[in-house]
């Protein structure tokens, strides 16, 4: 069977725990399609030409879903993102977006400026919370834009937790601008020299992350239901892995900053509390960066 082919529903939690139950197959099937573009970019042993031809494939794909007609590659996952998009009427773009930021990723390893990285965000992490919004009816235009400083801030944020991991694939997402800035070289990522220089970056990074997870957190507390909840604690647990990247003293070299079950439980200390406050009036509570 084609590895492509989303018939493994238990692989993606959110769908099976949070999500009601009308709307974990579509999330599934959005899932896996980023899921597989995301192998066809990252894994296996293709050369960069096969990987450009792969993604191609599924542009025609998609232009397939768009027509009508059957896809001529993958066509189980088509056929399902077909049913998808025409039963909750979902556009397209964001798939094509998809496309575009993984094929870009595929041959950019390094970004000039903070501008040209967010640009890549926009078309890598973006188009993902667009599709969520879209399938409960909730894509206005400010939360939109919202869900696009929290999807952008949690991209940023997997950015520097995986500085090491990304370096042993040829790739800096650290902006080339910020790093002069800062006059933290690459050969100072590539060795693991965590001094003045590199905190004053991670600091700034972890400043620029924090500050958009906060200008979108509003969301969390507009959307209704289980999403609102979900991106309660989507919100807070993006904040507690910056504060562990500041617990560390900026150091994700020894030890990649992740959530365990001790954040976990700050985690939903702090989701329930900021729901809980908008169920009963009160002031939501301090979404910032507070130690725990």
């Known amino acids: 069977m084609d590895a492509m082919e989303p018939d493994h529903y238990d692989e993606f939690p959110v769908a099976k725990l949070l999500l009601p139950k009308a709307l974990r197959a579509p999330v599934g099937v959005i899932y896996h399609v980023a899921r597989a573009l995301d192998d066809i970019a990252d894994e296996g042993d293709w050369l960069p030409e096969e990987r450009h031809s792969r993604l191609d494939d599924f542009r025609d794909g998609l232009d397939a879903v768009a027509e009508g007609r059957p896809a001529p590659v993958h066509p189980m996952l088509f056929a399902r993102l077909a049913d998808v998009v025409r039963r909750c009427r979902l556009p397209l773009q964001p798939f094509y977006d998809l496309v575009s930021a993984f094929d870009q990723d595929i041959d950019t390893t390094r970004y000039a400026d903070r501008l040209t990285l967010l640009d890549f965000c926009h078309r890598s992490a973006n188009p993902v919370g667009h599709l969520m919004l879209q399938l409960?009816?909730?894509a206005s235009?400010?939360?939109?834009?919202d869900s696009d400083s929290i999807c952008t801030a949690?991209?940023?944020i997997t950015f520097l937790q995986d500085v090491p991991a990304d370096w042993q694939r040829g790739r800096v997402y650290l902006p080339q601008a910020e790093r002069e800035r800062f006059n933290v070289t690459e050969a100072q990522i590539a060795a693991g020299v965590v001094d003045d220089a590199w905190r004053a970056l991670m600091r700034h990074e972890v400043n620029e992350a924090r500050a958009l997870m906060l200008s979108g957190a509003p969301l969390a507390l507009r959307v209704p239901g289980r999403f609102g909840l979900e991106l309660c604690s989507v919100v807070h647990g993006g904040l507690r892995v910056l504060e562990l990247i500041e617990r560390a003293d900026y150091?994700?070299?020894?030890v990649r900053p992740a959530l365990r079950a001790s954040d976990w439980a700050v985690v939903l200390m702090r989701t329930?509390?900021?729901?809980?406050?908008?169920r009963v009036g009160v002031r939501a509570p301090s979404i910032e960066s507070n130690n725990a």
């Open 136 to 138: 409960i009816d909730e």
């Open 141 to 145: 235009p400010a939360n939109l834009a």
């Open 154 to 156: 949690l991209q940023l």
């Open 251 to 254: 150091d994700i070299f020894r």
């Open 272 to 278: 329930a509390a900021m729901w809980l406050s908008r």
